[in-house]
């Protein structure tokens, strides 16, 4: 009320130097209850020509201080004025939209408690919450980046760099595992700090659960309040909204409101949106109307540097060469890789016994399991093969042909990522080449890949060209389906 009255004081069309005064003595005479509840934020007081103008937040307002305050502003007036004066009543638009703004963010705070189970619960009573520092456990500088996230660890870069204006939206979609949960609390986590900016990250599943609370207690206006003045809007697992069509609609106004205004809005999958099954046409054109990302499975560079930093974190350093067993032998998504380290690191401990290459192949060899059909030799040459549009016996062949050329070194490349087979089984798997060769081959496309060269070639359709790491990336797309 203390600012109301300022502005009121500030802005009265009459300079009368005892409406201070009067604000005073009223809400002495008033209560702090009372004067909280029906005048704070709520009312406005003008001295004019015609006396006392009083500009309330709406009717409901001024209708209860007529019936029950009238008499008290008519003495208060003439103490104060020395004089009796009409009194009269309007609702001041500046006001009605401070209170109902303050209402609608009131009851969409209170939205978050309703999901909460009763406080007399006793079993759920009588456990202590966790006390955390932060609502956000990653941050983008914890994030390993490699070949397989790096579009998205980019993206996200510039999106907090400035929100909302190249992506409308920005899609991250991955296998679970893979980081993009990370990459979206640490977006997040980089914005929220800015005074300037209402930020929320929320899963598809609280998302809905909050628009049905809102129904159930006929709160949905407070509900598209919270949701639709935010600057920056995450939401985590979008495929969550599969099947629930009245969620799908107020999400699609949602972001539509959003997007209208240049808001950032981000979101994040386990599929592409056009793969999400039984989800509405009009709200993956939306999605795909931006930029969509796709994270894979890390590689092996990138799948050392995340093992030896989550060591670090664990507070038991590895070995180098136990950190490249561990690399070369573990395939899979993030979390496989921190719970193998986990198991090594107890396996150690309960052994007593330091951390050892024999230890961690004992830890591997329990891990392991068979590698997937399109991770075999046979179906990736298939891939490359159709691919290039040349046949298998091309590859065992010694012909020069750059098609022929690009699809051997590739094979080899793709068969030391995707396979446990050592050089000389790609070699023989491919005619008996010396392993030297598929050594080669597999440090010249790292090298054509690291330094983001362009690739040329001549196939049935004519000249093509693509950078070494899109060709790769799609290749490896074909040997996974």
Sequence with gaps: MCCAMSRGMLVAPSPNAHTGTFVSSLRETVGPDRWSVWFEGATDFHITDGGLTVGVANLFIGNHLKNNFIDLLHTTAKETFGQSMPIAFHVQPDLFQKRRRENLEDEADAMETLEAPPASEPARASVPRPVRTSPFLFTLESFVVGPSNQMAYAAVRSAVAAPGREFHPLFIHAGCGLGKTHLLQALVAALAPRSDLRVACVSAEKFTNQYLAGMRTQRLDAFRYRYRNLDVLAIDDVHFLANKSSTQQEFLHTFNELDDQGRLVVLASDSHPREIQAVRDHLVSRWVSGLVVRMTPPERDTRRLILEKKAVQMKHP????????????LRGSVRDLEGALTRLVAYAALLKAPVTPDLARQVVAELAVPPPATSRLGQIEQAVTDFFGVTPSDLRSRSKTRPITLARQL??????????????????????????TVLSACRKWQERIDAGEEVAWT????????????LVTQLLDRVRR
């Design 318 to 329: 590895l070995p180098p060469e136990v950190l490249d067993l561990l690399a070369d032998r």
């Design 459 to 470: 196939d049935r359709s004519g000249r093509r060209t693509m950078s070494a790491k899109a």
């Design 411 to 436: 094979t080899m490349y793709l068969a030391r990522e995707l396979t446990d087979l050592s050089q000389s089984e790609v070699a023989r798997g491919l005619g008996s080449k010396h392993h030297t």
